[in-house]
């Protein structure tokens, strides 16, 4: 694999804000001498956790709004890792406040961006089992509604008219790969 060189930062410039996102202007320039200037979402820190809770022999999802597409969305239980918190304290708080599920076992299966061109974002995507019954409050402004699916029929979720969204669907792939070489 050839190995490239990164390209020069020219100038970073903060062009628009909102209450929740910061959107930059990067002049660059690449080792060929091409320049170019591209728009991004000001880097952070922060990553987040998508968890895929598994309870016997059924899988955990949830039904949340998304403002983006103005639907309904069917997916695993999500959110940010706050500030001094770890992955798996993150990963259990979330499963409390969205399934009312605690896990014993948290197992790390990748970490990923999300359209790096734009953000740097970075998902870490979990498998939980050993769920015990626990629930802390969320920040969701309804209550969400819990669909179990059976692990045996996981991968009939991507005919699923509701479950769309990437990050999902490739946390679906790594938990079946996950589950299939574990024997679980």
Do not use: C
Not at 72 to 101: S, V
């Amino acid at each position: 694999m050839t190995v490239l060189q990164k390209p020069k930062i020219i100038r970073t410039e903060n062009i628009a804000q909102s209450r929740l996102f910061s959107i930059q202007s990067v002049a660059l320039e690449f080792s060929n001498g091409a320049e170019r200037v591209y728009e991004r979402m000001r880097p952070a820190n922060r990553e987040s956790v998508l968890i895929v809770p598994v309870i016997g022999n059924e899988l955990i999802l949830i039904q949340e709004y998304a403002a983006g597409i103005e639907k309904y969305e069917l997916g695993f239980p999500k959110g940010a890792i706050d500030p001094g918190e770890d992955m798996l304290t993150a990963a259990n708080r979330e499963l409390k406040e969205e399934i009312g599920f605690g896990a014993q076992v948290l197992t790390p299966l990748r970490k990923v961006t999300m359209s790096p061109s734009y953000f740097s974002g970075r998902m870490n995507i979990l498998i939980a089992t050993g769920l015990y019954p626990e629930k802390l409050e969320g920040d969701e402004p309804e209550p969400l509604i819990q669909v179990r699916w059976p692990v045996s029929d996981m991968m009939d979720l991507l005919t699923h008219p509701d479950f769309n969204e990437a990050r999902n669907i490739t946390a679906l792939f790594l938990a079946q790969h996950y589950l299939s070489q574990n024997g679980e």
